[in-house]
């Protein structure tokens, strides 16, 4: 059976350049999408978090933020049916990459906070990243990458095509107007080629070998589905990868 180590983001808040703590979490759809994508495949699911605490909704993802009202319904409806998996994660320490066929990142703006910096997390991601399986990041989680940090000092991702959410997409928060910093111009610095759709808030999805990534929540079910086509292609023997 295949397996996937969902990584969520165990921050319940973002701390902007005043100082001032926004709450947030992860995004609704882009851990529900995915983990139904991979679900209804028969995929087997570990979620894990720094410390194994118990990630938290960004209630703001089942807001206007979130969609149509049916949609943003459907969401907590499905977090709802697997909410005892998602309160009772693994810690992110405990876990063995190398024993998951798939590893994914879900977003919101908790990764800002915690992924970005978390020392446990970047190892795992410089070791993914070299082992050549598949590796996924949505919307903020790609700002992960920054603690993959390598022994000469420069990002372990440098060179690789990814995206993220964009800075005008971001802009469109007004609390994000305090941030210390945005995902795009991070991952840029950090010597990342970032590449973003034509238009804000449509479906966007980049692969670089093994490495895929989605731009914004609305490219939750396109980058799931991408990489379960990958996937499945590969195990039947097709060599589909890209």
Not at 76 to 82: P, V
Request: hydrophobic content about 40%.
């Amino acid at each position: 059976m295949t397996s996937v180590l969902f990584v969520i983001t165990a921050a319940t808040g973002w701390t902007l350049r005043d100082g001032t703590v926004h709450p947030t979490g992860y995004w609704a759809e882009e851990v529900a999408e995915p983990y139904r994508v991979f679900s209804e495949a028969g995929w087997d699911i570990t979620v894990a978090t720094p410390g194994g605490v118990a990630p938290t909704l960004d209630e703001l993802s089942l807001g206007v933020a979130g969609g149509r009202p049916k949609k943003r319904q459907e969401i907590r409806d499905y977090l709802e049916s697997i909410k005892d998996v998602l309160d009772h994660p693994v810690a992110l320490d405990s876990v063995d990459e190398a024993d998951y066929d798939v590893v994914f990142y879900p977003g919101g703006h908790g990764p800002m906070e915690d992924l970005a910096v978390d020392p446990v997390s970047g190892e795992l991601l410089k070791r993914r990243l070299a082992s050549g399986k598949p590796l996924a990041l949505l919307c903020h989680a790609p700002v992960a990458v920054l603690a993959a940090t390598s022994d000469d000092g420069t990002n372990a991702f440098a060179g690789r095509t990814m995206t993220g959410l964009s800075n005008v997409e971001e802009r469109l928060n007004p609390f994000a107007w305090k941030a210390k910093w945005l995902l795009e111009d991070a991952v840029k610095d950090a010597g990342i080629h970032y590449e973003k759709g034509i238009m804000p808030l449509r479906p966007h999805v980049v692969v670089d070998g093994s490495l895929y990534t989605g731009q914004n929540p609305a490219s939750a079910e396109a980058l799931a589905d991408r990489i379960l086509a990958d996937v499945e292609g590969q195990t039947a023997g097709t060599g589909a990868t890209r």
